[in-house]
């Protein structure tokens, strides 16, 4: 009797184990990259398009229609990476307006600060309550490209300062919230293709579309253009936040290539192992997860260059370069870099996909402009 008791007890116990260790002992969801297929939760919402409109309504179309629209651009040059970049004149100096031109189609239009009828329903300034008046947002999106299905997701960062909307027409917008103020400062609508290459949010389905760089012989010319967009695009979110425009001078120019040809020669030599790793698997994938150097890694970087103490940071990869102001600018970490109230000097350093930012006190600097 008492070996009858004690079986069943430890019946009781074994079955009580299996059942019950789903729940005491859940798995923990294996941590996902963008190249690696993994399930989302079948309870999200499947996303609506909203009405097109605007410059919604001129991606996928002739780069002809949207010059007769803005006129000529003022500044057309390869971006290396696949389309033409296109600049054009605003009505006010506190508004920039580019664009992306694939295979003689509009694939993105970009603009910051002011805005006019074409952003409608969006405009500069509204606040993320506004843009809830207008749209549902949706943190999971699910897209067919060149036969494959490609899943990814916002997450809650990106929700609240980068939301992605998408039209009737099957393209999309990408929302540029500040950090200060949590306003609307910039917006890029764009095809599916150009989504997918900027890879903006975490992938957890599906082969993203390959970047493929070209080989210009001009490439030099083209940094220097960027680099010119790049410090007047600053400006102009600079006046947006009511603080004073940066200048720049040679020197702190100079210094910016200057980082980014000694990190590109040697970069072991600036990185510890684990982080030398990590920029060496990022050559190894067609789209690479970011890679930044900040804060005290960025000191020490200018340590090892003999360089002066600055603040500023490396990115890479930097496909898209108004893109990638705009992403700075919606990143808490990054932001808040860019709010110093004092006059400073500004140097953007640009080698093809390597990009350096360098900020300085106006009072620091003794050389000429």
């Given at each position: 009797m008492k070996r009858r008791i004690i079986f069943l007890l430890l019946l009781v116990t074994a079955i009580l184990v299996v059942y019950l260790q789903p729940v005491f002992f859940a798995r923990q969801a294996p941590a996902y990259d963008s190249q690696t297929n993994k399930d989302i939760s079948?309870?999200?919402?499947?996303?609506?398009?909203?009405?097109?409109?605007?410059?919604?309504?001129?991606?996928?179309?002739?780069?002809?229609?949207?010059r007769n629209l803005l006129g000529k651009p003022l500044v057309s040059y390869d971006s290396g990476f696949g389309y033409r970049v296109n600049t054009y004149q605003t009505d006010n100096e506190n508004s920039y307006i580019a664009a992306n031109i694939r295979n003689g189609k509009v694939a993105a239009v970009k603009i910051a600060g002011n805005d006019d009828k074409h952003t409608a329903p969006f405009k500069s300034g509204m606040t993320m309550n506004d843009l809830t008046k207008v749209t549902m947002l949706y943190p999971n999106f699910s897209l067919d490209y060149n036969g494959e299905k490609i899943q990814f997701e916002l997450m809650e960062e990106d929700m609240n300062y980068r939301p992605l909307v998408a039209f009737t027409n099957?393209?999309?917008?990408?929302?540029?919230?500040?950090?200060?103020k949590s306003q609307?400062?910039?917006?890029?609508y764009l095809d599916k293709q150009m989504l997918l290459e900027l890879a903006p949010y975490t992938s957890i389905e599906g082969q993203l579309p390959k970047v493929t760089k070209a080989q210009l012989t001009n490439w030099d010319e083209v940094n220097r253009l960027k680099e010119a967009s790049a410090f007047e695009l600053l400006n102009v979110l600079r006046k947006l936040e009511e603080r004073d425009v940066y200048t720049t001078n040679?020197?702190?120019?100079?210094?910016?290539?200057?980082?980014?040809?000694?990190?590109?020669?040697?970069?072991?030599?600036?990185?510890?192992?684990?982080?030398?790793?990590?920029?060496e698997r990022m050559n190894d994938v067609s789209n690479p997860q970011p890679f930044l150097i900040v804060s005290d890694e960025f000191d020490q970087m200018l340590k090892k260059m003999k360089m002066p103490a600055m603040s500023g940071f490396y990115y890479r990869p930097m496909i898209d370069t108004m893109f990638q102001i705009l992403?700075?600018?919606?990143?808490?970490?990054?932001?808040?870099?860019?709010?110093?109230?004092?006059?400073?000097?500004?140097?953007?350093?640009?080698?093809?996909?390597n990009m350096v930012i360098l900020l300085e006190d106006t009072e620091e600097t003794k050389d000429s402009e």
């Open positions: 079948q309870t999200s919402l499947k996303y609506k398009p909203i009405k097109v409109s605007g410059y919604a309504d001129l991606i996928g179309k002739s780069s002809s229609e949207l099957d393209t999309f917008a990408i929302l540029f919230f500040n950090q200060k609307l400062m910039g917006i890029t040679f020197t702190l120019q100079g210094r910016a290539d200057d980082i980014n040809a000694d990190f590109l020669k040697e970069p072991k030599r600036f990185l510890n192992e684990e982080r030398f790793k990590q920029l992403s700075f600018y919606s990143d808490p970490y990054l932001h808040t870099r860019f709010l110093n109230e004092g006059q400073q000097k500004v140097g953007v350093g640009i080698d093809e996909d």
